[in-house]
């Protein structure tokens, strides 16, 4: 059977000769076109992943207690990942490798209950407040802050801190940033920019944002500030919403963005004072430039020792906090890129926990595991593994998924299309505005080989951009693995080279980008690459890893990369407005064209206000069908998370660590025996 002798070398050597050898990243280099050779007709064969291979660790002695079932440090937890945070700055940062972070340092004021992504609990307010909804149709919510809150360096928590941590969200974040999670909720836009111009045309321009007239800046700021007021004698911030917003609630709780920040720290170090003359001199300053990006001052229980970037996070204690000084005294952030070095640090008890690069690493954590446990009930059963050092939970609900994104316009200088131009040796940067070539992209992709060899056959094909169980998930049609409709949608589409020569007779060359250290997005890259090679011979995709911070701000540059998407908010509208909506997260990078924002756009502003499950339904399968038939990426598959964790570790099934929302760790509910 056929198998892409690139693929199994590169996984191969990822997933067991890692285990032996280290390697180091190389620095990214854009790759260099191939030469092009004539067109013949391929030989279509069943795309093969590379077989898995579990690597045993070695015995240990007989009478020795397995290494790793006692912490070398029960003060100290080590977490081996590959990725650097984007930045620190809470209201800014947006991705993976800060959030959970920040989790430990900054809290805002509600907080899951416990596993639960709908139920909350208050945490620096005193109780959840009812909504008073007035006959112009606005919601209000007032707050009661409580009382004896310090910030890391001492100061007093304040009303002002918390209106002003609003403000601030609001108005400095550009669409690479959370902030129109609060903004929709507050004024039903997108970003703050629009509150200047309704048209948009300042939205992720900072320098024409500063020519703006400064009446209007500032009478855009008033109205932020006029919607969170504070009142210091009362200890109340109240809230105004235009109108109502279901998913107000899980906003507030559910990253970052909404965490309190120390309003006079921040302006001794450089950052906005809350004077709306200004704030337009704060918005969407680039994250590697950003005034408080390595810097923090929260309320949570940890608080930051040092970041030495591409190197290592560390966390210490507060000794302060409210609620008692955590018990794991230090967290060891350490950014180690290969599997096979994370998991030999977890073998030997250098490790407490390491991130999997695919699902297919479980083949190898599951040689480790000594107890397998109900993810529902909590319960451990022992396995035949007497020499496990961990416990497993399988079943967690799986609320990220990784996908294709597709790249409308990468701009004239990108150096990750070759040449540029359709001449066999690059793609225009405009080359995915043609509908067919992204349908044909749609039906190239072998999903089943995606399924069962890297995901190891837990996956399930996703039917929408959103998830199963959500309105008007199910019905939606889906393309299948087709290399004759491939073909036949490549061959219909409209690019001609210069000379008149077909898409399909000339070829094409680009690169897809993917984090560095993500073997499941290689995986993904690489079976593409192989699939697209299979149809034409002609056809070149060269798979890229990028440093993760890196890839954050180069990958709008590729034709197109693979990335994934984490739920905020357990809502599909956290889906739709990041993928869909003109300001989205992905799609404002893509550049996707304004006549599918557009056409989207009523579905997505409907479905949000509706309140009836039924009609929100019917409103959103509509729209998946839409988003179908235009094919703007490549939608993937789900598998069920799985949580590894040493046997000494107490603390996560009982607290915010199980909840599917809360990415990585919440250190001050861990103790180690």
Same mark, same amino acid.
């Given at each position: 059977?056929?198998?892409?002798?690139?693929?199994?070398?590169?996984?191969?050597?990822?997933?067991?000769?890692?285990?032996?050898? $280290?390697?180091?990243?190389?620095?990214?280099? @854009?790759?260099?076109?191939?030469?092009?050779?004539?067109?013949?007709?391929?030989?279509?064969?069943?795309?093969?992943?590379?077989?898995?291979?579990?690597?045993?660790?070695?015995?240990?002695? @007989?009478?020795?207690?397995?290494?790793?079932?006692?912490?070398?440090?029960?003060?100290?937890?080590?977490?081996?990942?590959?990725?650097?945070?984007?930045?620190?700055? *809470?209201?800014?940062?947006?991705?993976?490798?800060?959030?959970?972070?920040?989790?430990?340092?900054?809290?805002?004021?509600?907080?899951?209950?416990?596993?639960?992504?709908?139920?909350?609990?208050?945490?620096?307010?005193?109780?959840?407040?009812?909504?008073?909804?007035?006959?112009?149709?606005?919601?209000?919510?007032? %707050?009661?802050?409580?009382?004896?809150?310090?910030?890391?360096?001492?100061?007093?928590?304040?009303?002002?801190?918390?209106?002003?941590?609003?403000?601030?969200?609001?108005?400095?974040?550009?669409?690479?940033?959370?902030?129109?999670?609060?903004?929709?909720?507050?004024?039903?836009?997108?970003?703050?920019?629009?509150?200047?111009?309704?048209?948009? &045309?300042?939205?992720?321009?900072?320098?024409?944002?500063?020519?703006?007239?400064?009446?209007?800046?500032?009478?855009?700021?008033?109205?932020?500030?006029?919607?969170?007021?504070?009142?210091?004698?009362?200890?109340?911030?109240?809230? /105004?919403?235009?109108?109502? %917003?279901?998913?107000?609630? *899980?906003?507030?709780?559910?990253?970052?963005?909404?965490?309190?920040?120390?309003?006079? %720290?921040?302006?001794?170090?450089?950052?906005?004072?809350?004077?709306?003359?200004?704030?337009?001199?704060?918005?969407?300053?680039?994250?590697? $430039?950003?005034?408080?990006?390595?810097?923090?001052?929260?309320?949570?229980?940890?608080?930051?020792?040092?970041?030495?970037?591409?190197?290592?996070?560390?966390?210490?204690?507060?000794? &302060?906090?409210?609620?008692?000084?955590?018990?794991?005294?230090?967290?060891?952030?350490?950014?180690?890129?290969?599997?096979?070095?994370?998991?030999?640090?977890?073998?030997?008890?250098?490790?407490?926990?390491?991130?999997?690069?695919?699902?297919?690493?479980?083949?190898?954590?599951?040689?480790?595991?000594?107890?397998?446990?109900?993810?529902?009930?909590?319960?451990?059963?022992?396995?035949?593994?007497?020499?496990?050092?961990?416990?497993?939970?399988?079943?967690?609900?799986?609320?990220?998924?990784?996908?294709?994104?597709?790249?409308?316009?990468?701009?004239?200088?990108?150096?990750?299309?070759?040449?540029?131009?359709?001449?066999?040796?690059?793609?225009?940067?405009?080359?995915?505005?043609?509908?067919?070539?992204?349908?044909?992209?749609?039906?190239?992709?072998?999903?089943?080989?995606?399924?069962?060899?890297?995901?190891?056959?837990?996956?399930?094909?996703?039917?929408?951009?959103?998830?199963?169980?959500?309105?008007?998930?199910?019905?939606?049609?889906?393309?299948?693995?087709?290399?004759? /409709?491939?073909?036949?949608?490549?061959?219909?589409?409209?690019?001609?080279?210069?000379?008149?020569?077909?898409?399909?007779?000339?070829?094409?060359?680009?690169?897809?980008?993917? &984090?560095?250290?993500?073997?499941?997005?290689?995986?993904?890259?690489?079976?593409?690459?192989? &699939?697209?090679?299979?149809?034409?011979? $002609?056809?070149?995709?060269?798979?890229?890893?990028?440093?993760?911070?890196?890839?954050?701000?180069?990958?709008?540059?590729?034709?197109?990369?693979?990335?994934? %998407?984490?739920?905020?908010?357990?809502?599909?509208?956290?889906?739709?407005?990041?993928?869909?909506?003109?300001?989205?997260?992905?799609?404002?990078?893509?550049?996707?064209?304004?006549?599918?924002?557009?056409?989207?756009?009523?579905?997505?502003?409907?479905?949000?206000?509706?309140?009836?499950?039924?009609?929100?339904?019917?409103?959103?399968?509509?729209?998946?069908?839409?988003?179908?038939?235009?094919?703007?990426?490549?939608?993937?598959?789900?598998?069920?998370?799985?949580?590894?964790?040493?046997?000494?570790?107490?603390?996560?099934?009982?607290?915010?660590?199980?909840?599917?929302?809360?990415?990585?760790?919440?250190?001050?509910?861990?103790?180690?025996?």
């Amino acid at each position: 059977m056929f198998r892409s002798t690139r693929l199994l070398t590169v996984l191969s050597l990822l997933v067991v000769a890692g285990l032996i050898f $280290s390697a180091c990243t190389p620095a990214a280099t @854009p790759t260099a076109a191939p030469e092009v050779k004539p067109t013949t007709a391929p030989q279509v064969q069943p795309t093969k992943a590379p077989e898995v291979k579990p690597t045993e660790p070695p015995p240990p002695p @007989p009478t020795a207690e397995p290494v790793g079932r006692k912490s070398k440090d029960p003060t100290v937890f080590n977490y081996l990942k590959f990725g650097d945070p984007e930045t620190l700055d *809470p209201h800014i940062d947006y991705e993976s490798a800060g959030i959970g972070i920040l989790f430990n340092i900054y809290e805002g004021l509600i907080v899951y209950d416990g596993a639960e992504p709908l139920k909350f609990v208050p945490q620096l307010a005193k109780a959840i407040p009812e909504p008073v909804t007035a006959d112009d149709g606005s919601v209000t919510y007032t %707050w009661e802050i409580i009382d004896g809150v310090k910030f890391h360096n001492g100061d007093d928590l304040t009303t002002e801190d918390v209106a002003y941590s609003f403000w601030r969200s609001m108005l400095l974040g550009d669409p690479n940033t959370p902030a129109f999670l609060l903004l929709q909720a507050f004024f039903d836009v997108d970003d703050a920019t629009q509150l200047v111009d309704p048209e948009g &045309n300042l939205v992720g321009d900072p320098e024409a944002l500063k020519s703006a007239d400064a009446a209007t800046l500032e009478a855009a700021c008033q109205r932020v500030k006029d919607a969170v007021t504070f009142d210091e004698t009362k200890r109340t911030v109240t809230m /105004k919403l235009v109108h109502p %917003w279901g998913p107000f609630l *899980p906003t507030l709780a559910g990253g970052a963005w909404a965490t309190i920040m120390d309003k006079k %720290w921040n302006v001794e170090n450089g950052d906005w004072d809350g004077d709306c003359k200004t704030w337009q001199n704060f918005y969407g300053i680039p994250t590697e $430039s950003g005034i408080l990006r390595d810097k923090t001052n929260g309320t949570g229980p940890y608080m930051l020792d040092k970041w030495e970037p591409e190197q290592e996070v560390v966390l210490i204690a507060n000794p &302060n906090y409210r609620k008692g000084e955590a018990v794991i005294k230090r967290a060891v952030y350490k950014n180690v890129q290969e599997f096979g070095t994370r998991f030999a640090a977890l073998q030997a008890g250098d490790a407490d926990a390491i991130d999997l690069g695919s699902v297919a690493d479980r083949v190898q954590m599951d040689t480790l595991v000594a107890e397998d446990c109900d993810i529902n009930t909590g319960e451990c059963q022992p396995t035949d593994n007497p020499n496990g050092i961990l416990r497993a939970y399988k079943g967690r609900l799986p609320l990220t998924r990784t996908d294709i994104i597709f790249i409308f316009d990468t701009g004239e200088n990108s150096p990750y299309i070759g040449s540029g131009k359709l001449d066999g040796q690059g793609i225009p940067p405009t080359f995915f505005q043609d509908l067919h070539v992204r349908r044909a992209f749609n039906y190239c992709f072998d999903y089943d080989t995606y399924i069962q060899d890297v995901q190891l056959g837990e996956g399930v094909r996703s039917l929408a951009v959103t998830l199963p169980g959500q309105p008007g998930y199910d019905g939606t049609p889906i393309y299948e693995h087709d290399l004759a /409709k491939c073909e036949e949608e490549f061959k219909l589409a409209e690019w001609k080279a210069e000379d008149g020569t077909s898409l399909w007779d000339i070829g094409f060359y680009m690169q897809i980008g993917y &984090n560095a250290g993500n073997t499941g997005r290689q995986a993904i890259a690489e079976i593409l690459a192989q &699939n697209i090679g299979q149809v034409n011979s $002609s056809f070149f995709i060269s798979p890229l890893a990028l440093p993760w911070p890196l890839f954050l701000r180069t990958r709008q540059q590729f034709g197109m990369f693979t990335s994934g %998407w984490i739920e905020d908010i357990h809502d599909p509208h956290n889906w739709y407005v990041p993928f869909l909506t003109a300001n989205g997260t992905y799609s404002f990078r893509a550049k996707m064209p304004k006549e599918l924002t557009d056409k989207y756009a009523p579905y997505i502003a409907d479905g949000v206000r509706e309140t009836d499950l039924a009609k929100r339904a019917v409103i959103y399968s509509e729209l998946n069908k839409l988003v179908h038939e235009d094919a703007p990426f490549i939608i993937l598959s789900l598998a069920p998370s799985k949580h590894y964790e040493p046997l000494y570790l107490k603390g996560w099934y009982e607290g915010l660590n199980r909840n599917p929302l809360v990415n990585e760790w919440y250190f001050y509910e861990f103790s180690k025996d």
